[in-house]
Nanobody, 120 residues
Framework: QVQLVESGGGLVQAGGSLRLSCAAS????????MRWYRQAPGKERELVAT???????NYVNSVKGRFTISRDNAKNTVYLQMNSLKPEDTAVYYC??????????????WGQGTQVTVSS
């Protein structure tokens, strides 16, 4: 079994910063892509940022230049540094990881979500 545990959410004023962390634990051979999603009230879940096992990154246009995704493979942890936060960034943020649990199989795992609230 694999678990993803997120931390780092909270309440911040517009223009402020937060750093989210997501640590994976359990029966892990390796982790492929790791992603951050977010879901605002009344909206669909949105992919925010992706980082591959090789370190390549991709971002949704609305966060480019403000958010940075990174990972520590030794700790099976992914981070999301969020700067210049805006009220429209308010959402529950979820991490996602594609985990290789046996040599011939990968599976998708999700964290429980962490609330980020940006006040104007």
């Amino acid at each position: 079994q694999v678990q993803l545990v997120e931390s780092g959410g909270g309440l911040v004023q517009a223009g402020g910063s937060l750093r989210l962390s997501c640590a994976a634990s359990g029966s892990i051979l390796s982790i492929n892509a790791m992603r951050w999603y977010r879901q605002a009230p009344g909206k669909e879940r949105e992919l925010v940022a992706t980082i591959t096992d090789g370190g390549s990154t991709n971002y949704v246009n609305s966060v480019k230049g403000r958010f940075t995704i990174s990972r520590d493979n030794a700790k099976n942890t992914v981070y999301l540094q969020m700067n210049s936060l805006k009220p429209e960034d308010t959402a529950v943020y979820y991490c996602n990881a594609v985990v290789r649990i046996i040599a011939t199989m990968t599976d998708d795992y999700w964290g429980q979500g962490t609330q980020v609230t940006v006040s104007s």
